[in-house]
């Protein structure tokens, strides 16, 4: 059975980072055979695509909302994906979700979803 | 950039009744679209791919339908379960986007 455990999260003061980023921890498939993303729904608001990165060459993709201040990345040997979160604003208040892309061409669909955890971002 | 437009916002069906939701980009995808529910608290879950390809575990009163700019979802018998947001998200060019979302109300 695929599972994605998330962590980390939490309450951020604009400007700030997030300590320790985001984490996901992936279980039940070949993690390093499978693209991951972070996807973010605002309060009460809708999906918002984050970023991508490819299974095993290192390929990375950023919504440009977040280029420049997120980093996703990946330890295949550890089976876990994660977000790097800086110079946070208020926007960036938000569910984040990882999940598990299916690739078509260059880019993916989700099969699979973690359980999602709240950035606030707020002085 | 495409931009996905889901149509209606929010849909009122009283249950065994069809649901028929609509979703439309700026551009053709081919039937590079996917539909997903969200129920409240809860992360989506992928219904159908492919825009008419349903996922593993998905009852078959879902089906998706379309291509290029114009796609539906239809629930061909809406059961008490099936409230929930429903989202598409085209996954043709990049950014992938996702559409605004249509409430599924039962009545």
């Known amino acids: 059975e695929v599972q994605l455990v998330q962590s980390g999260g939490g309450l951020v003061q604009p400007g700030g980072s997030l300590r320790l980023g985001l984490s996901c921890a992936a279980s039940?498939?070949?993690?390093?055979?499978?693209?991951m993303s972070w996807v973010r729904q605002a309060p009460g608001k809708g999906l918002e695509w984050v970023a991508s990165?490819?299974?095993?060459?290192?390929?990375?993709y950023y919504a440009d909302s977040v280029k420049g201040r997120f980093t996703i990345s990946r330890d295949n040997s550890k089976n876990t994906l994660h977000l790097q979160m800086q110079s946070l604003t208020v926007d960036d208040t938000a569910v984040y979700y990882c999940?598990?892309?299916?690739?078509?061409?260059?880019?993916?669909?989700?099969?699979?979803w973690g359980q999602g955890t709240l950035v606030t971002v707020s002085s | 950039e495409v931009v996905m437009t889901q149509s209606p916002a929010t849909l009122s069906v009283s249950p065994g009744e069809r649901a028929t939701l609509s979703c439309r980009a700026t551009?053709?995808?081919?039937?590079?679209l996917a539909w997903y529910q969200q129920k409240p608290g809860q992360a989506p879950r992928l219904l159908i791919y492919?825009?008419?390809m349903r996922a593993t575990g998905v009852p078959a009163r879902f089906s998706g339908s379309g291509t290029g700019p114009e796609f539906t979802l239809t629930i061909s018998s809406l059961q008490s379960e099936d409230s929930a947001v429903y989202y598409c998200?085209?996954?043709?060019?990049?950014?992938?986007?996702f559409g605004q979302g249509t409430k599924v109300e039962i009545k």
């Open positions: 999940a598990k892309g299916l690739r078509v061409g260059l880019l993916y669909y989700y099969d699979s």
């Open positions: 039940g498939f070949t993690f390093s055979s499978y693209a």
């Open positions: 990165m490819s299974g095993s060459d290192d390929r990375t």
């Open positions: 551009q053709s995808l081919s039937t590079n």
């Open positions: 492919h825009a008419s």
């Open positions: 998200q085209q996954y043709n060019a990049y950014p992938p986007a």
